[in-house]
């Protein structure tokens, strides 16, 4: 009896017409998968055909055993006579539908697992450069573990998703550099590769580290892919790669398992056996893309991105209170505003809202070395020294490998007179991220404060070649110059400078011969009102410039005005250079003021 019925299946293709609706409901879902983003159909309509599918087969099985295809229209099998069927034609041209199908789904197959991972494998180092030009040192390779996270490629059609693959990349980082054991190249330095093509081996020595992560993102509608692969970097071995295709909503959970992945891969060379990976992450969909946007236009670092960054760190929290990165996120950027735009009426406000943006993130995460370096820059820029200190500590002893909360820690160092420390701060800075070109920069002023020219002259100047149009790096090496009294070259930098800036030549190059009048002849010119002038975009430097003039009293002026406003960091950047103290240690008022500023002792 079985056998039997096993042979009428046969006889009626019932088997065949259900091998090949199967290969063809796959074909049509793969090509639905590629064509509704595309086309901006809504998310469900994927699983709608897949429903539709699961519905239609045991019909199409039915129909199979029931009806028969004859040259005359459909009819049903009990009214078709032995003589009359044409089943075993009709099963011949369901074996060439297959064997189509088939070869379609195959090919398929392969291009999807082979060449277009290939693709977008080759895209993560496509691009036009062929060498470093660079004279940054090459970073010394620590011990144990150490990887740099190379900036995904963006694969997707829309060359505005950059934020996306971007995000991603810095996300996995994040993630990485919380883990102990692992040193991760900072931010800064590893995108400063971006849309290079150079060996990873080359990358790694320069960057100081053992391994590269490189990927690339595809992003369409709500579904992303991401693919990833570990490489070390001695001989370009592949360790791990694999490809993931989620939807959106499980990011993190695509980030935890690469992060994982990584750590299995090196877990012999991690100083723990117990690896804990965190994030402050976020379940809204909507609120990571605004918190990757905000971060996008961070690190443009422009006073409008800034702007633009607040925007979106303001709707990534609207969407999820709870997003403590979002909280951070804004924090970090309503704190830079008052450097940025030197506005004495807007500083208390971006103060007060970075400080309540800052306690939201802390009181959802409260070891956040982020939160933490903050607050640190908030009571910095006040000249609250001591609240200062212990914030910045305590984000050192919670996140001791971001680069920024040395930099930042640094800063208030050298304006409180610890210059060996100063140095040392931003060092580690340094290491962390050697291609950054303000940590850099903020080292050859430490420089410049010890009195140490020649060394400053050479780190601004490394910054330089890194990045050639750094205006601010240009105003530093001009001073340093100038400290050098090699007025010409000073010209050549205040020249770039002011080309960069906006500020006129005429202006700056006036304010020099004034510099150099007062150093070679010892005559005291003119200067407040191009000193004023000229300082407009960075009031750091006014009281510099009038001791480089021989203007003391009007320096200390200007100290003195410029501690009782809304930004009274301003007033105390220079205050304890080897510079000023050479020009005005014989001035009582000079050491009133020093000793009422910034006298505060560290504690170790």
């Known amino acids: 009896m079985a056998d039997s019925f096993f042979t009428e299946l046969k006889k009626r293709n019932v088997f065949k017409v259900g091998v090949a609706y199967l290969v063809l409901a796959w074909v049509l879902i793969q090509i639905a998968d590629v064509i509704v983003p595309a086309l901006s159909l809504p998310d469900w309509t994927i699983t709608f055909l897949v429903v539709i599918g699961m519905f239609g087969f045991p ?258 929290t609207q969407l999820d209170a709870k997003y403590a990165d979002a909280w951070l996120g804004l924090g970090e950027t309503l704190v830079l505003l008052p450097t940025w735009e030197f506005d004495n009426d807007k500083a208390p406000e971006h103060y007060n809202q970075a400080r309540q943006a800052v306690e939201k993130a802390l009181a959802i995460q409260p070891t956040s070395g982020r939160g933490y370096a903050i607050l640190g820059s908030i009571h910095n820029q006040r000249i609250e020294w001591h609240e200062s200190i212990e914030s910045y500590q305590l984000a050192l002893k919670y996140e001791p490998k971001i680069a920024t909360s040395w930099q930042w820690y640094g800063n208030l160092l050298g304006s409180i007179g610890k210059s060996e420390e100063s140095i040392e701060a931003l060092d580690n800075a340094l290491r962390l991220d050697p291609y950054s070109r303000i940590v850099a920069a903020n080292l050859a002023e430490a420089l410049f404060l010890a009195g140490q020219y020649d060394a400053a002259l050479e780190r601004i100047n490394n910054a330089l070649v890194i990045a050639p149009n750094f205006s601010y790096g240009m105003s530093i090496q001009g001073f340093i110059y100038l400290a050098l009294h090699d007025f010409d070259a000073a010209r050549t930098s205040f020249s770039n400078y002011a080309e960069m800036s906006g500020l006129p030549k005429a202006l700056l190059f006036k304010l020099i011969a004034g510099i150099e009048i007062f150093i070679t002849d010892g005559m005291i010119p003119p200067l407040s009102d191009v000193v004023y002038e000229s300082a407009i975009g960075d009031p750091y430097y006014a009281s510099l410039e009038l001791v480089l003039g021989g203007h003391y009293n009007k320096a200390l002026d200007t100290i003195e005005q410029q501690s009782k406003s809304n930004l009274p960091i301003v007033s105390v950047y220079f205050i304890h250079s080897q510079l000023f103290q050479k020009a005005m240690g014989h001035m009582p008022r000079y050491h009133e003021l020093v000793k009422r500023l910034t006298t505060i002792e560290v504690e170790k």
């Open 59 to 316: 019909f199409a099985l039915f129909f199979a055993w029931a009806f028969e295809v004859t040259p005359e229209g459909i009819k049903k099998e009990s009214d078709i006579s032995a003589e009359e069927s044409v089943s075993a034609h009709t099963g011949r041209k369901l074996d060439f539908i297959i064997i189509g199908l088939m070869a379609i789904a195959l090919g398929y197959f392969i291009y999807e697992s082979r060449f277009s991972s290939e693709a977008e494998q080759k895209a993560v180092v496509d691009s036009s450069s062929t060498e470093i030009e660079s004279a940054q040192d090459v970073v010394k390779e620590p011990e144990g573990a150490s990887i740099a996270v190379l900036p995904f490629v963006n694969m997707s059609s829309d060359p505005e998703q950059e934020y996306f693959s971007d995000g991603i990349s810095e996300e996995l980082l994040n993630v990485l550099a919380k883990i102990d054991g692992l040193s991760v190249a900072a931010r800064t330095s590893s995108f400063f590769f971006k849309g290079q093509n150079l060996p990873i081996g080359e990358i790694a020595k320069t960057l100081g580290v053992k391994h590269i992560l490189e990927g690339s993102v595809r992003k369409a509608g709500s579904k992303v892919r991401i693919t990833a692969q570990l490489i070390r970097a001695e001989d370009g071995y592949h360790l791990w790669s694999n490809t993931y295709d989620r939807e959106l909503d499980n990011i993190f959970a695509i980030q935890d398992e690469i992060s994982a992945a990584i750590v299995k891969e090196l877990r012999d060379r991690l100083m723990s056996e117990t690896v804990v990976i965190q994030h402050a992450g976020t379940t809204n969909r909507e609120a990571f893309d605004e918190y990757l946007k905000g971060r996008y236009f961070w690190n443009l670092r422009t006073l409008e991105d800034i702007y633009r960054a607040k925007v979106h760190f303001e709707r990534a």
